[in-house]
């Protein structure tokens, strides 16, 4: 298979480029104003050519290139890539990005510009020719400028190239073939989208919004109030967020636009609050509006399909995370009006969505990482593993415990791993439904028997902690230490290497003593630090490697039928109506297989299909 390395350079100005926050890649490049103004193709090893031309001219260009049976490669193929598709109609075999491979390489928040990584990598320079093209459609440039433009996009994909040859050294054909994947989600999607049902779903909510409105005086002014706004929310069900007051030393209403759990109420499950909040706010539109009249701009633009970006390596755990100012990984589906968008997600003609989840994966890979062998085994012969701590908290026999009871094991067991302390527990049971508002003495007993029971969690806490001692300390790390009894996990000065050989990295990390305790930190990102202890070191590998063994699962499913999305530990695809049985068995198959690196971990996962993705919840 050949190897087309490619950039496209297209026309840009102040109020229309992808620098803009306002402004998506897909709206950029379906814009009007939206015009390429040349490209650079290099085949294999061969060099760079340029070439520049009006529409058909740069269409009659391409397609002498064999690019429907080659890898397609550039620094941003999501933005290229698309290109070629949407503007040209022309699809690659495979499709390759150098910049999602340096992100997984060097850290999800690294740098990872073309010019920053050809410069990390000591590969060349990147020009600036680009900054002079502002504003500059095709017929302005003079044939000097239009030349030296051209050796710009040259020079980019030179670097391309060698910078796609150095990352190979660090980059699997299994990662390879799912960056191929979730760039195809994007640039060739399948999802289809139902306007009409989210054209109604937005009528309903800015109707039930006027109504709330003249409810509350149609104006903001009573809301401004703390203490009826305080009644307001208590009417609805919601206990008003609190906080202490420097200024008077007591407790008082977080209702200011600073206050984090008073934002976090703009995405509360009950429309009504989302108005409340916003309208105190001052925010013209709720989140719900904004997302669904962004998936019916997004639908009209393309044809009523649904390109759906994603962000290969997007966190520091290695998952997918939102891009392009949507975020998949995080849609609404438990209330029945803000699953609407779900719901407008559709199958293409004859086919169904399947939505098949890793069931409890993060619980199970933690158990079995950390060495407690009585909690997989409970995992492996598909006990009720909630129902047997809620055993140990309730002091009661299994076959007692009421469904509340069940649900307190079950966030005790989902919860608790990484190192919850009482007082989140109390909080986090407490939001759920205040019948579950438990003491201050029993919400420390239930974390006391949890860590008792689970003493193998607890010590795997520890060893993490003793590693973050050994990386700050620049002591010698043995060559093969590992953080597990499986040796999965090697630590490295670099950080925790993967079976996918990728590292959790912690830049930069230190100690600092806050409070009268030593505490650590790592640079996340820009001036943005994180502080980092033995329990979140193990939530951040145990999510890793619930992401690699959903990435493995994933790979498999799409050998037989297309994935069109991931969600944390869910897989997302598309089936024939008339095989759905048979591809459902094939697809729970995929996502049940244990990797080789993880023997003895059991894995399991329940799925479901419909004509659209909400009816699979």
Known sequence: ?????????????????????????????????????????????????????????????????????????????????????????????????????????????????????????????????????????????????????????????????????????????????????????????????????LQSQLAKIRKKKERLLEAVGGDRKPLMSNPKFAELLRALGVEPPMKFSEKTKKETYAFAKTDEDFIKLKEHPNVNVQVLVDARLGTKSTIEETRIQSFIDIANRNNRTLP????????????????????????????????????????????????????????????????QDDLVKAFAEGRDVYKIMSSSIYDKP??????????????????????????????????????????????????????????????????????????????????????????TLKVTKQGIVLPNSFKVRYPELHTVVEEDRLKYKYRKKGNEWNYIWGGSVVENVVQALARCIVAEQMLKVSKKYPVVLTVHDSVVAVIPSEKTEEAKTYIEECMSVTPDWAEGLPITCESSYGKSYGSCD
């Open 1 to 197: 298979m050949n190897l087309i390395t490619l950039d496209f350079e297209t026309y840009w100005a102040d109020k229309y480029s992808l620098g803009r926050r306002d402004m998506t890649t897909e709206q950029y490049i379906n814009d009007d104003r939206f015009e390429v103004i040349g490209v650079s193709v290099k085949v294999n090893d061969q060099k760079a050519e340029w070439f520049t031309g009006n529409y058909d001219d740069l269409k009659t260009y391409l397609s002498k290139f064999d690019i429907p049976n080659s890898a397609l490669l550039a620094q941003n193929t999501m933005f290229d890539g698309a290109i070629l598709s949407w503007k040209f109609g022309i699809k690659a075999k495979r499709y390759l990005d150098t910049l999602c491979m340096a992100r997984a390489i060097n850290g999800a928040y690294s740098k990872c510009s073309l010019k920053e990584l050809a410069r990390r990598y000591n590969l060349g320079e990147k020009g600036t020719e680009v900054e002079e093209a502002k504003g500059k459609r095709r017929k302005d440039f003079s044939e000097d400028q239009m030349a030296r433009y051209g050796g710009y996009c040259k020079n980019d994909v030179e670097l391309t190239y060698k910078l796609f040859h150095r990352l190979m050294e660090e980059c699997s054909l299994q990662e390879l073939k799912l960056i191929d994947l979730t760039l195809n989600m994007y640039i060739n999607p399948l999802v289809q989208v139902d306007v009409e049902l």
């Open 398 to 487: 299994v076959d007692d415990i009421t469904s509340e009871e069940r649900f307190v094991g079950k966030t005790v067991i989902l919860g608790c791993g990484y190192g919850t302390g009482w007082r989140k527990l109390q909080n986090t049971l407490k939001s759920a439904t205040p019948s579950m508002s438990l003491p201050d003495e029993r919400c420390q007993q239930i974390i006391k028997i949890y860590r008792e029971i689970n003493y193998k969690i607890v010590e795997l806490w520890r060893r993490c902690d003793t590693m973050l001692e050994l990386l700050v300390s620049n002591n010698n790390i043995e060559e093969n230490t590992f953080l597990d009894k499986h040796k």
């Open 308 to 371: 759906i970006p994603l962000k290969y390596y997007g966190t520091h755990t290695g998952r997918w995370s939102g891009s392009d100012k949507v975020n998949f990984q995080n849609l609404p589906s438990r209330d029945k009006e803000k699953a609407a968008l779900k719901k407008a997600m559709l199958a293409p003609d004859d086919h169904e969505i399947i939505n098949c989840d890793s069931s409890q994966i993060e619980a199970r890979v933690l158990a079995w990482l950390s060495g």
